[in-house]
């Protein structure tokens, strides 16, 4: 049978019934020599293993109760001195488990049957902490306790009233109190569709937290105002928007005005239809109207009317000017000038009074102070400008070193750009026109470089790329044309039309050219091309030549056509036909009638010269100039070629009369 042993060591070993088996404690280390030990009849079999850890293992695995096989049961409670490691669940099955911590069993959790879990201190105060002692529920036997971030928030004991707020006392107290306003007008710093407020909105951010303050209402209406001192005098004003402190704290009765900016419209009283958008922009407006300012002081102390500043300080020194459009930083830093125009950082910075200019370009005019309509496109262009009026610059740096000087147009890069010293009335438009010009006045130049050396010369029209680009001194002129009088410095009084139609001379005067690549001289007027021109001296004999060397000429023979050719020829007197009389192929062909119909002229009958050119015409001379054909089929005589038949014809006679003196001599006996 089964037995207990205790041996001579100090010892306990369980023998099994047949005495071969046993299970032993020795100096608390437990061992045993089977994996099982059987007790005896009736008695269940212990299967359990002792690990070399100390650890007792069974080898039941299903979940334990109180009757399971397997488990470890006491009737009298199990203790355990140290920890106890649990590999799966534990479960407390009695409905009134307990379960304690602490040395003296100060801290008890109780399973209430149906109800939960009941946390006990019997202590103080029962504490569950999520993380440390900052971060915990509690409860005091009274109320529930929460602890958040080290502060000790105390919940109410009972429910608040519907839509009340859990609200705190400022010392972590928790209570149930009024969720504050339902509605923006309940809010203390607000006042919203008010009597004599209709459909209006103003809150005021005062510290004090007072209700807003206006002004004596009286027909307000359609107003949003949100800032410290917004519409503090406001009466009957309508149709405003202020948002920054102070906008509007003057007006009474001004509509239709917004304000966007701390200080903006802060002297507005009864002003309306104005804008302004940044800080103290139009903060001097009182009583004026349709002004518009975008930008940190933008129109600061203006008074006047119409006028629109776009940009930091823009239009910030104008006073009770009006009709002004300034866009750009610290542009037309105007006071009592009105209608003018910047646009561009800077330009017109420096005008006052002077009144229709319009600048548009970084610096265009910026140094502009009383004078009027002037217009300056372009950086700088204008800049040095201060009284000149009716002046014209487009283009970068165009006329921007004049000052005083008045009726200049210059248009492109550096136009009229020298240093002009009471040069005035001059037009220059291409680049670098004028560009040297001084003291000349009454200069027309066009064209790339046009004029570009004139610097005293006055009355030219230079029209061209580079035209007349060696002129200094010389007056009176008009070139036409590319690269046309380039070789003029100071001479005067001379016209001349076409690419490269020049002076003989740099000196030369009243000289008239007109075609292609060629030289003039003085007193002369030559017209046609290179190695082609024709020539009037007109203060000599006046009569028209070209040149005839005979180093130029080749196929030289005698021309026949003579007294035969003239004798054939019918001289007529005639008037023209009206020209919608004219065959239609002709060029001149016109329905409303472009000819003179009265004049009496003189000539010849075309048709007439061709038949006797053909009946006397050699090989040689059936070319004859002084008849020809238009493209358009219409016939043309040259009454200056008849000259040469003529002088044939008189060479003719003359031999013809040489001959009769001869016979007539003899007749005579001589």
């Known amino acids: 049978m089964a037995e207990i042993r205790i041996n001579a060591t100090g010892g306990v070993k369980l023998y099994d019934a047949d005495d071969s088996h046993y299970a032993q404690i020795v100096a608390g280390t437990i061992t045993s020599n089977v994996d099982a030990i059987t007790l005896g009849h009736n008695i269940a079999t212990f299967n359990a293993a002792i690990t070399a850890g100390g650890i007792l293992k069974t080898d039941d695995t299903t979940e334990a109760t109180s009757t399971t096989d397997g488990s470890l049961q006491t009737d009298g409670g199990l203790s355990v001195a140290k920890d106890t490691v649990i590999g799966d669940d534990l479960k407390l099955l009695s409905d009134a488990s307990v379960l304690s911590f602490g040395a003296n069993s100060e801290i008890t959790l109780t399973h209430v049957h149906d109800t939960g ?76 569709d008010a009597t004599n407020f209709a459909d209006s909105l103003l809150i005021q951010t005062d510290t004090d937290g007072s209700a807003p303050g206006t002004g004596t209402l009286s027909s307000a209406s359609n107003n949003i105002g949100i800032g410290k001192d917004v519409f503090a005098a406001l009466t009957s004003g309508s149709n405003n ?83 002004n459009t300034g866009l750009g930083w610290q542009t037309l830093n105007v006071t009592t000038g009105q209608w003018n125009t910047a646009v561009g950082s800077q330009c017109l910075q420096a005008n006052t009074s002077g009144n229709y200019n319009v600048a548009m370009g970084h610096l265009a005019l910026d140094a502009n102070t009383t004078a009027s309509n002037n217009v300056a496109i372009g950086y700088q262009a204008a800049g040095a400008n201060t009284t000149g009026a009716r002046i014209t610059a487009i283009g970068d740096e165009a006329y921007d070193a004049a000052d005083t000087e008045v009726d200049n147009l210059a248009i492109g890069y550096d136009a009229m750009g020298g240093a002009v010293a009471g040069g005035e009335y001059n037009i220059a438009i291409g680049n670098y026109c004028l560009d040297a010009l ?39 002129n008009t070139f036409v044309g590319k690269n046309c009088g380039n070789a003029m410095t100071t001479g005067h009084s001379s016209t001349l039309v076409g690419m490269g139609v020049t002076l003989g001379g740099n000196d030369y005067t009243n000289a008239i050219g007109l075609g292609h690549n060629f030289s003039v001289s003085s007193n002369d007027f030559s017209f046609g091309k290179a190695s082609n021109v024709v020539t009037n001296d007109f203060d000599a004999d006046a009569n028209w030549s070209r040149s005839s060397d005979v180093r ?119």
């Open 117 to 192: 879990l009941l946390l006990q201190d019997s202590g103080g105060t029962p504490t569950l902490q999520l993380h440390d002692s900052n971060e915990s529920i509690a409860s005091d036997g009274s109320k529930v306790i929460i602890t958040s971030g080290g502060t000790a928030f105390s919940l109410p004991t009972s429910d608040g009233s519907n839509g009340q707020a859990l609200i705190t006392n400022g010392s972590a107290v928790l209570s149930f109190g009024s969720a504050g306003a339902s509605t923006i007008g309940a809010l203390t710093d607000v006042t919203m």
């Open 438 to 476: 001084t003291s000349a006045d009454n200069n027309v130049s066009i064209g790339y470089s046009a004029g570009t050396a004139v610097t005293t010369g006055s009355d030219n029209v230079i029209i061209g790329a580079p035209a007349g680009n060696a002129l200094t001194t010389g007056y009176s």
């Open 552 to 670: 130029k000429k080749r196929e030289i023979y005698d021309q026949e056509l003579g007294l035969d050719f003239i004798n054939d020829l019918r001289t007529v007197r005639f008037q023209w036909k009206p020209s919608n009389e004219f065959p239609k192929e002709w060029n001149d062909y016109s329905e409303e009638n472009t000819m003179d119909t009265d004049v009496i002229m003189h000539g010849f009958i075309a048709q007439e010269v061709k038949e006797s050119l053909d009946k006397h015409a050699s090989d040689n001379d059936k070319e004859f100039s002084g008849w020809k054909e238009g493209e358009d089929g219409m016939q043309h005589t040259s009454r200056e070629m008849f000259v040469i038949p003529l002088i044939k014809a008189v060479q003719e006679l003359s031999t013809q009369v040489t001959t009769l003196k001869d016979e007539i001599n003899t007749l005579k006996g001589g």
């Open 241 to 323: 928007v202020a948002i920054g402190n102070g906008n509007m704290d003057a007006c009474t009765t001004g509509n239709t005005n917004v304000s966007i900016g701390s200080g903006a419209h802060g002297a507005l009283t009864t002003a309306y239809s104005s804008t302004a958008v940044g800080y103290n922009a139009l903060a001097a407006l009182e009583t004026g109207y349709y002004n518009t300012a975008v930008g940190h002081t933008a129109l600061k102390v203006c008074t006047g009317s119409y006028n629109t500043a776009v940009g930091h300080n823009s239009l910030i020194t104008v006073t009770s000017g009006g009709h």
